[in-house]
């Protein structure tokens, strides 16, 4: 089976007030269609609030053959037996994250609207890069806004993922898809979707499928 042109990579909410009630909904989600992978992404958070969400859905995604991807922490990522790490521009390096994670892990930078960052961070071993905000965001504070045109070079020129974030909405991916992401990263989008996270997840996958 040949995978669609772009793939969802879901990301929590901020805050999980009920671990187990969002289990429930994640689990909706990830059965409603085809989802690459799940970033764990709780800020404010401590590491035992962090650590108790991954051992509850880590688990829910990884029997779905869905990557986890913690965020921000690559020595927690290890300890925990997550798939991989996300690093900001802040964060760890790409290169320590490899180290702590080691050669299987799977390591993806923020690369805001920089193709010169996003060289570094593939020269540096990562495995996607991801660009944005390309559209208003409240799940985060944003700088950056990059033309989508960003992804079209990118994956004219390079071989490595590059993934959209920022303000995505079953409304305006579309542009997203032909532009050329490889991963829609999504939050809101899905889990403040009317209709429900299950539903959002069927839409995106029809738009990705498609490209409209």
Partial sequence: MIPPRCQLYLITPPVIDDLDVFAGRLERALDAGPVAALQIRLKPADEATITAAVQRLAPLAQRRDVAVILNDRPDLAAALGCDGVHVGQSDASVASARRIMGKSAMIGATCHDSRHLAMEAAEAGADYVAFGAFFPTTTKTTEHRPDPEILTIWQEVMEIPS??????TVENAA?????GADFLAVSAGVWG?????AAAVRRFAAIMATGD
């Avoid at 993934?163 to 995505?168: D, H, L, Q, Y």
């Avoid at 542009?175 to 532009?179: G, H, K, S």
């Avoid at 979707?193 to 996270?197: D, I, K, N, P, T």
């Fill in 175 to 179: 542009t997203l898809v032909t532009a």
């Fill in 163 to 168: 993934v959209a974030i920022g303000g995505i």
């Fill in 193 to 197: 979707y009317a209709e429900g996270e």
